[in-house]
């Protein structure tokens, strides 16, 4: 069983910081890419960023510029550093990870985490 836990979210103004992170837990051989995605009210699943085992980083053209993602391969956790948030950045951020297990690949999701932006 392998379990992503975020942490971070929270209620920010516009213009200021946050730091997400996530947490791999369970039986991993191995972790690829890892990812945060988001979803706003009444809005389809985005990708944000991307980083790949590697530690090559993409971004949606929305958040180049002011969000930042890392890993730390040692304990298996991504951060989502975010600034300069507006309100447009309002939704739950979820936490996706490629997981090498026993059974061989499997893709993770975590629960999410909100983040509001206010004006």
């Known amino acids: 069983q392998v379990q992503l836990v975020e942490s971070g979210g929270g209620l920010v103004q516009a213009g200021g910081s946050l730091r997400l992170s996530c947490a791999a837990s369970?039986?991993?051989?191995?972790?690829?890419?890892m990812s945060w995605y988001r979803q706003a009210p009444g809005k389809q699943r985005e990708l944000v960023a991307v980083?790949?085992?590697?530690?090559?980083?993409n971004y949606a053209d929305s958040v180049k510029g002011r969000f930042s993602i890392s890993r730390d391969n040692a304990k298996n956790t991504v951060y989502l550093q975010m600034s300069s948030l507006k309100p447009e950045d309002t939704a739950v951020y979820y936490c996706?990870?490629?997981?090498?297990?026993?059974?061989?690949?499997?893709?993770?999701w975590g629960q999410g985490t909100l983040v509001t932006v206010s004006s």
């Open positions: 996706n990870a490629d997981a090498i297990v026993v059974a061989g690949y499997l893709e993770v």
């Open positions: 980083i790949t085992g590697g530690g090559s980083t």
């Open positions: 369970g039986s991993i051989f191995s972790i690829g890419a």
